[in-house]
């Protein structure tokens, strides 16, 4: 009986397994089916696009249109997806057609810092920027002779690094005067080697003085700063007052450790540059290495420095949502693009997703707090976009409307002042002005609509005829009513 219930469980286990792969094979069939039919879909669509579309495009559009439509399209595409993006469409592409999309993309993004996003992301400049480079700086690419020529007389001109420790003063002009004398030198040789004597020495110091640092923080216990900090001591929460994390940064200027560069410029008379930094200290193990994500000391078992870190900006964060903008080239705090923040090419700053319809500036965030006076560009607190186009922190926006309506800029009114005008029209209805003032009329100037007109007197508010806005200045003195505009009101 034992036997005959084995061989039953054996034959339907066997069936089961044989239905089984008869119905997985028939869903892997319909799914190969269902990815073929979408691909060749996808293919005659773009195949479309390219054919009857692409043309339309540069016929009915400008190229400024064209400009603000690829900004628009990329300005909500995060970093991480254009540089997963970029090799694999560029590999698909002709050489000319990789320059054109390029040349395309560099156009809608000029007010920004994408191809120093571009640069610093893969390693290595563009041969377009590289040209850029070398027509700033006066050498061409078809001056390769040139260049050649100088490597070859290097030596022959360039004394040695002992050699200009040893120089005064008087013997490097004694050189100079050899060089101007050599009338076989090219005149663009002659300028190249009397400008490498001046800087000669103070270059040869500048590269000994990483030596010395090196030297002297060989041993981590040697650096100032070689100890943790604590955003909570209590908890033991590594970190300082502004972040959260679990290491210190390296500061490449002064061979100092800091918690982070808000730190670091509290206590120094210069300001850091992270992007520079190139080392870091765990504050669990407190070992010196290279600056990254994880802690590379066996003891630490690779534990993480912070939630968030950024390899371009070496900024660490374990507290907030933090994403990289590649058009700032810097992180911001938010969810990232295309999601709850888009990036305006024209303006060259990040916006909420709801202040797309904003009035644009260019390069607006480039410029300073009217009222505290901070960088906007790079500053960490919340920017506000007002209805003029200028900018100003959001915490100063609050304090400064408590007093006042119209930017400190342009002076122009800072939103709907509708109600505070009625109640300024009923209060002017209700006053009575001194007899020998009712016949008189003043020149203003409307902030708003910038248009000149005539109001009748009074010592604070002036209406406009046009815009009936009270955002006005007086722009002439007292003049007789006979010359007011019919069109005050």
Known sequence: MPENLTGTSTELSGAYDGDFLRKYNELATKL????????????????REELELWPLFGRYFSVEEQDKLVGRIIGTTCAEVLQSMLPWVTSALTQDEQNKMMDTWKQATKNTMFNDWLNECWKKPSESSLQNEMSGTGISLKDNDFQDSLDQCDQMFKPGWKDIFRMNQ??????????????TLDPRRKAYLVQNLLTSRWIAAQQKLPQAASNETSNGEDILGCSPSFRDPEKQIFGCE???RNCKLHAACCCKLF?????????SDHSMDRKATLE???MGCL????????????????ILMANYYCNICKFFDDERNVYHCPFCNLCRVGKGLGIDYFHCMTCNCCLGTKLVNHKCLEKGLETNCPICCDFLFTSSATSRPLPCGHYMHSACFQAYTCSHYTCPICSKSLGDMAVYFGMLDALLAAEELPEEYRDRCQDILCNDCDQKGTARFHWLY????????????????VIPTSYCSTTHQ
């Open 287 to 302: 070992k010196i290495q290279p600056v990254g994500p994880l802690c590379i000391t066996p003891s630490c078992s690779r």
């Open 170 to 183: 008087n013997e490097l002009e004694s050189e100079i005067r050899k060089v101007y004398r050599d009338s």
């Open 32 to 47: 190969q089916g269902m990815c073929k039919s979408i691909r060749v879909t996808l293919d005659h669509h773009i195949f």
């Open 242 to 244: 502004h972040y959260k």
């Open 280 to 282: 870091m200290m765990c």
């Open 259 to 267: 918690t982070c560069r808000f730190c670091h410029d509290k206590v």
């Open 462 to 477: 002036h209406k406009c005829g046009y815009c009936a806005s009270y955002n006005t200045r007086v722009i002439k003195t």
